[in-house]
């Protein structure tokens, strides 16, 4: 998947049920983000990008997370991840690893390693909604379904998918 897709506003459609606006704080931020997967398995989102350094912060560990995204993985859909690093998903969220392993086939991991971690992108991204977290400190950021705040942000994210390479796999095989 690396980069090479291009959207016009007029191709992104708007996401009900979903807020615009800013927010502040990991509950808000981790409410957000089970809100927007659980909107995805209802809407049927054909394609999302998650991006974060270590995905610390997000609710990766909670069953409804992993419930919705169970719910959401069926044909033609896509998810990309891109981190700095995997490990604190291997070690903090086992729900997670599973549900990674089972739908291997939907899913492309990316590592960025010659990223700065405090410049790395915490988002959420699909051509319905975005959410992304601009103060990782505070845990504060903006989301909503903006076209031309959703076109900035897949464009920034197919720049740093371009630079990355492939990471945690659904397996690792040895003899």
């Known amino acids: 998947m690396p980069g090479g897709f291009t959207v016009t506003e007029a191709e992104l459609p708007e996401s009900a049920g979903l807020p615009e606006r800013q927010f502040v704080g990991r509950e808000a931020f981790s409410g957000l983000i089970r809100d927007a997967f659980a909107c995805a398995a209802r809407e049927g989102w054909p394609e999302m990008i998650l991006s974060d350094a270590t995905f610390e912060d997000w609710p990766l560990r909670d069953r409804a997370v992993v419930d919705s995204l169970?719910?959401?993985?069926?044909?033609?859909?896509?998810?990309?991840?891109?981190?700095?690093?995997?490990?604190?998903?291997?070690?903090?969220?086992?729900?997670?690893?599973?549900?990674?392993?089972?739908?291997s086939h939907i899913i492309d991991c990316r590592v960025c390693r010659t990223a700065d971690t405090l410049d790395f992108p915490s988002v959420l991204w699909s051509r319905n909604w975005a959410l992304q977290r601009l103060d990782l400190n505070h845990s504060s950021g903006t989301c909503g379904s903006s076209p031309e705040r959703r076109v900035k942000l897949k464009e920034s994210l197919a720049e740093r998918l371009r630079n990355s390479v492939p990471g945690f796999p659904a397996s690792i095989l040895g003899l």
Do not use: I
């Open 70 to 103: 169970c719910a959401w993985s069926k044909t033609g859909r896509r998810l990309t991840l891109l981190a700095a690093h995997y490990d604190v998903v291997l070690r903090n969220y086992p729900r997670f690893v599973v549900w990674r392993k089972t739908w």
